[in-house]
């Protein structure tokens, strides 16, 4: 089985930083993009940013200059670096991986159970 999840949440002020982890387990047998979504109270789950497998990233417009992403292929890892956060940052941020569990096998899309930013004005 495959699990995608999430930490580093929490609650900050406006203007903060808060950097976000994901950790992709199970039968892997490789990752192709991984990214970050959002979804706040009463709103669509909206794309944060993506990057490939070979560390090309995609931002929403809402999060350039002020967010980036990495990731660490070998231990399956991905992160979003959040600074000069604004109160409309504050949603459920969700990990997001397309992945193979085996050579031969289809690629297949896995969502995080998410974790909860909250930033406070």
């Known amino acids: 089985q495959v699990q995608l999840v999430e930490s580093g949440g929490g609650l900050v002020q406006a203007g903060g930083s808060l950097r976000l982890s994901c950790a992709a387990s199970g039968s892997i047998f490789s990752i192709n993009i991984m990214g970050w979504y959002r979804q706040a109270p009463g709103k669509e789950r909206e794309l944060v940013a993506t990057i490939t497998r070979s560390g090309s990233p995609n931002f929403a417009d809402s999060v350039k200059g002020r967010f980036t992403i990495s990731r660490d292929n070998a231990k399956n890892l991905v992160y979003l670096q959040m600074n000069s956060l604004k109160p409309e940052d504050t949603a459920v941020y969700y990990c997001?991986?397309?992945?193979?569990?085996?050579?031969?096998?289809?690629?297949?899309?896995?969502w995080g159970k998410g974790t909860l930013v909250t930033v406070s004005s």
């Open positions: 997001n991986a397309d992945l193979q569990v085996g050579r031969y096998s289809r690629w297949m899309n896995y």
